[in-house]
Nanobody, 120 residues
Framework: VQLQASGGGLVQAGDSLRLSCAVS????????LGWFRQAPGKERTLVAG????????IYADFAKGRFTISRDNAKNMVYLQMNSLRPRDTAVYYC??????????????WGQGTQVTVSS
């Protein structure tokens, strides 16, 4: 199983970004997908998770109302739409595959990360 994240970049506060992640190596879609982030000196934390069918989602408090996770099982893709970005959102963002979308410890396959930098 491989995950390839893309879409990061340097933006200004208030801007939007859409992260994408391509999942390969597994023809089924019966797994959870999520986005995590890690800022320098901080632990990796779950940003958002989505279940296999896309009907169940969970968001970190800082992401609620600003970020939206979605997936396209036909394309084996997961997305993270991020709006109203803040400097504190600066981090490396990772996509991941797991078994339980709301349990960070269930994620066991990771992409390489994409840097998001938000300037003030």
């Amino acid at each position: 199983v491989q995950l390839q994240a893309s879409g990061g970049g340097l933006v200004q506060a208030g801007d939007s970004l859409r992260l994408s992640c391509a999942v390969s190596g597994d023809i089924s879609s019966d797994y959870a997908l999520g986005w995590f982030r890690q800022a320098p000196g901080k632990e990796r934390t779950l940003v958002a998770g989505i279940n296999s069918g896309g009907g169940g989602t969970i968001y970190a408090d800082f992401a609620k109302g600003r970020f939206t996770i979605s997936r396209d099982n036909a394309k084996n893709m997961v997305y993270l739409q991020m709006n109203s970005l803040r400097p504190r959102d600066t981090a490396v963002y990772y996509c991941a595959r797991g078994s339980v979308y709301y349990n960070p410890r269930s994620y066991n396959y990771w992409g390489q990360g994409t840097q998001v930098t938000v300037s003030s």
